[in-house]
Every structure is written in structure tokens, then in C-alpha cells.
């Protein structure tokens, strides 16, 4: 039986549909069929009924997806395992937030290429949470609290934050009539809407909401409200002015690394995270929440 077979059926298993699992696999959706039916045929039973809506996992299907899950993480295991043992040249892929990662870190990791000529870096902008367990990234950068018990996570430094909005809208609107440029109701979100609702003493009309730091700086810039924005974004928007900063650091924001166990002796590996701890401890003296001030 082939293994490639095996992450194709999984994949299909989780994705509900061709096109979804050939967006995934980087694959023709034409191929991802084709692997599924090779292992369909080499079972003798058949794994998916083949719907106008998907590809829906039949009962045998459906028994055999854990047991796939088990066989895809001994594979990754297997080749964590391998890897850990090469000395510090390779690629590895780290995942971090777009804005963090153009402005904090890709600055200060920039040095790190040029010392050891044989490392390469993929940095893997993205505001969704990197599996590392599935192998999508070596080293994930997170500004939300790790909570898988299986990694090895690490504090990187805590950002101080401030509420915003364009200078002429602080100047021309009255404060009665500011509207929030809100983040989506995750956690995330809602605890910065907290501290805007203590800072200004109730809650503001919000009529805007992404997931992304840069949409709510740019509507905030453009006068449609104000927002909270990391220090080190806001202060150095010269659109914007602080009307508040979280001088308690009530809501800061933590910047961690996490890593797979795996992975954290490999020699390439280890030198990044080596180079990230090093990042943090300067973007917290440039741009940290000091409880002293």
C-alpha cells in the first residue's frame, strides 16, 4: 500500500471535496481522484460516495480515517526525526503573522542568512494558525497563548498597544460620535473591545470587523473610526494619533514561539529559534509593555 495514497484520502477525508483537496495538496484535482481510487481498489471497498455536493466518506471510510490520522503521524514523526539530525543547513518554514513578520521579525532574522549561508528561510505570512503537528510550519510565531500540551512554546515578548484614529477624526468628531473599527469576535477581538469600553467608559457603535491588523489600521486611517493598533504599528503611522495607551498593559499583546518536540534539536531549527528568542528580547526593549511605567 502507498503512503502518498493514504495523505491523499486524509486530506479528502478533511477538505469535503476535490477542488478544496487539490488547493491543499498542490495537485490537479484530476490526481487527487485518481490516488483515492488506487487505494479504494487496493483495499477492495469503497472510501467516498461521489456526490453533486462532495465526496462524502462512506461507513469503511469513515472507520479507517483514524487509523490513517495514526499512520500520518508516524510518517511526520519519521521525518522530524530524520531531519533533526543534519547539521544546521536546509530550509525551515516559519509561520508569523503577516504584519509581525514584515516589521518585527523579518528585519531582525534578515542577519541570520547572511551568517549561515547554508540556512534558508520560508517565512509563511498568514493570519491562520500554523498545524504544526501536520508539519505546515517548523517554528510558528503566535500572538494569541499557546494551548497544545505537545509543543514547546516560549514567551517572546509582550507589545504594548494603544487606541487610535486619524488625527483630523480625533480633532473634527465629537467623542460622542466615534465609532470602533473592530477585530472579528474571537477572544482576540472581544478583549480588545473590552479595553476600549473601559478606556472610553461604553461601548462604541461598530459598523467594520476583520481579522487582520492592517484593515483596521487603514479604516482607521481613512476616518471611519478609531482602533486598537500595536504600539510599534500605530506610532509610526503618521495618519494616526494616540488617544490612549494601555500604560497598565491590560491589553498587551504576548508574542510566543512554539515548536514541535521533534524538531527542537535539530541544528537549523535550533539556530532560529535561537535567532527568534534574540528578536524578541529587542522588540520588547523597542516596543515592549514595561508594568514599571
Same mark, same amino acid.
Not at 521533534?262 to 535550533?270: A, G, H, K, M, W
Given at each position: ?60 471510510? @469513515? ?36 504584519? =509581525?513578520?514584515?516589521?518585527? #521579525? ?15 528561510? @520560508?517565512?509563511?505570512? +498568514? ?66 473591545? @473590552? ?5 472610553? $467608559? ?11 491588523? +492592517?484593515?483596521?489600521?487603514? #479604516?482607521? =486611517?481613512? $476616518?471611519? $473610526?478609531? $482602533? ?16 490612549? &495607551? ?22 537549523r531549527v535550533r539556530l532560529v529559534m535561537n535567532a527568534l528568542v534574540?528578536?524578541? &528580547?529587542?522588540?520588547?526593549? =523597542? ?7
Amino acid at each position: 500500500m502507498n503512503w502518498d495514497d493514504v495523505r491523499f484520502f486524509l486530506v479528502l477525508a478533511r477538505q469535503g471535496s476535490l477542488s478544496a483537496a487539490a488547493r491543499r495538496l498542490k495537485k490537479e484535482h484530476t490526481t487527487v481522484a485518481r490516488r483515492v481510487e488506487s487505494l479504494e481498489s487496493t483495499l477492495g471497498t469503497r472510501l467516498f460516495d461521489r456526490l453533486a455536493t462532495g465526496w462524502r466518506l462512506t461507513a469503511d471510510g @469513515e472507520n479507517l480515517v483514524p487509523v490513517a490520522e495514526r499512520l500520518e503521524s508516524e510518517a511526520l514523526s519519521f521525518e522530524r526525526l530524520a531531519t533533526s539530525s543534519e547539521i544546521a543547513t536546509g530550509l525551515v518554514r516559519i509561520s508569523v503573522p503577516p504584519v =509581525a513578520g514584515r516589521i518585527l #521579525f523579518a528585519p531582525r532574522l534578515a542577519a541570520l542568512l547572511g551568517q549561515h549561508k547554508g540556512l534558508e528561510f @520560508e517565512m509563511i505570512g +498568514s493570519s491562520m494558525i500554523a498545524n504544526l503537528m501536520q508539519r505546515e510550519a517548523d517554528i510558528a510565531v503566535r500572538m494569541i497563548t499557546p494551548d497544545e500540551p505537545t509543543l514547546i512554546s516560549r514567551k517572546l515578548a509582550d507589545i504594548s498597544v494603544g487606541l487610535y484614529g486619524a488625527t483630523d477624526y480625533v480633532r473634527d468628531v465629537p467623542k460622542q460620535d466615534w465609532e470602533y473599527c473592530s477585530y472579528d469576535n474571537t477572544a482576540y477581538g472581544l478583549a480588545k473591545r @473590552e479595553w476600549v469600553r473601559h478606556v472610553i $467608559g461604553r461601548d462604541l457603535p461598530c459598523r467594520f470587523r476583520a481579522n487582520d491588523t +492592517s484593515s483596521v489600521q487603514e #479604516f482607521v =486611517a481613512a $476616518g471611519q $473610526g478609531v $482602533g486598537v493598533l500595536p504600539r510599534y504599528l500605530g506610532d509610526g503611522d503618521g495618519r494616526l494619533a494616540l488617544i490612549c &495607551a494601555d500604560e497598565r498593559g491590560e491589553s498587551r499583546e504576548t508574542i510566543w514561539m512554539v515548536v514541535h518536540p521533534d524538531l527542537r534539536r535539530s541544528p537549523r531549527v535550533r539556530l532560529v529559534m535561537n535567532a527568534l528568542v534574540a528578536a524578541g &528580547a529587542s522588540i520588547q526593549s =523597542a516596543w515592549g509593555h514595561n508594568p514599571a511605567s
